[in-house]
């Protein structure tokens, strides 16, 4: 084929349609990209963003569940007075109780304001403020064994936690008499009844 029969006028068309569907195509392919991206980068948010609905979800089932797990032994804790408020009411009528049925002829008792205290190491208390309220009682006594069947009640019973933290013993007299009026012993018994709040001040 010579030049001369090339049909320049033909060609010409047909170079500049193919231009403009190369052109256009080009653009479509452009747009097309820039799509793929934009839905790949939302794709990316939408998975992060499910990730974290995900994990909080988790979350809150594994808080639910140690709710569910500890919810009654904090109860329990509550009933046994060591969580919340202080029952410094329920203490003392309890202790004139015992006093009564243990045949403690005189009680006496001081209760100091409640301080904040440093819980043992191996006590875990966690977002809960530890408190302690010093109280000392002075009792009049029989025989030893009034204090020591007084104490173990007052242990046994749901008033409170409490630690003994001292006692002291001293006879009143050179010799013993054997009366149920007259004291033959005195005692000053110190115990820390313990309280945890959450996050509370000491007052």
């Known amino acids: 084929m010579k030049l001369a029969d090339i049909e320049w006028g033909v060609l010409r068309s047909a170079l500049v349609g193919f231009g403009i569907v190369a052109?256009?195509?080009?653009?479509?392919?452009?747009?097309?990209?820039?799509?793929?991206?934009?839905?790949?980068?939302?794709?990316?948010?939408?998975?992060?963003a499910l990730n974290q609905i995900r994990d909080r979800y988790n979350t809150a089932v594994q808080e639910r569940q140690?709710?569910?797990?500890?919810?009654?032994?904090y109860h329990k804790l509550e009933q046994a007075g060591f969580v919340g408020e202080e029952n410094r009411l329920d203490w003392i009528d309890l202790l004139r109780q015992l006093a009564v049925r243990h045949r403690v002829l005189g009680l006496a008792y001081d209760v100091q304001p409640r301080a904040a205290i440093t819980p043992p190491a191996n006590m875990n208390v966690g977002d809960f403020q530890m408190q302690g309220s010093e109280?000392?009682?002075?009792?009049?006594?029989?025989?030893e064994g009034n204090l020591l069947g007084l104490l173990q009640e007052l242990s046994e019973q749901n008033a409170g936690v409490f630690n003994l933290h001292s006692c002291t013993i001293e006879r009143t007299a050179r010799d013993i008499v054997i009366s149920s009026q007259q004291a033959n012993l005195t005692a000053v018994c110190t115990l820390v009844w313990h309280t945890i709040q959450p996050g509370a001040a000491p007052s």
């Open 23 to 48: 052109a256009i195509g080009a653009v479509l392919v452009g747009i097309t990209d820039y799509r793929v991206r934009q839905l790949a980068a939302d794709n990316s948010q939408y998975q992060a």
């Open 66 to 73: 140690l709710i569910e797990h500890y919810l009654p032994q």
């Open 135 to 143: 109280m000392q009682l002075r009792l009049s006594l029989l025989h």
